[in-house]
């Protein structure tokens, strides 16, 4: 009988052993499965930020994902101009006719 546990407790050891080693290795892939993002032929780093000067955009890279800030829309008029510089300085506007 005790040669039947100490194989059942070895094969029960070796199951455990496994099912961390799986676990760890699906976390791993979890946590570090996407280092980078795209956006047409840009690519960010995980947890880059650019700011852009056209488009005048923030980007940031976040598990995969792009997330994009871009500035408030502006009424459409010959007067009003926006200032040059990347994100947020040209989301800024001036009045000149």
């Known amino acids: 009988k005790r040669s039947i546990n100490r194989a059942s407790a070895s094969k029960m050891a070796k199951l455990a052993f496994v099912a961390v080693a799986l676990l760890l290795c699906a976390m791993t ?3 570090h499965g996407k280092q980078y993002c795209r956006r047409g032929r840009k690519r960010l780093q995980f947890g880059e930020l650019r700011y852009l000067k056209h488009p005048c955009e923030a980007w940031y890279c976040k ?7 871009r500035c408030p829309p502006v ?3 010959n007067c009003v101009h926006r ?4 994100f947020p300085l040209c ?3 001036y009045w000149l006719c």
């Open 83 to 86: 200032y040059s510089g990347k």
């Open 63 to 69: 598990n995969g994902t792009m997330r994009i800030t």
């Open 29 to 31: 892939i979890l946590c």
């Open 75 to 77: 009424k459409k008029h």
């Open 91 to 93: 989301c800024r506007t």
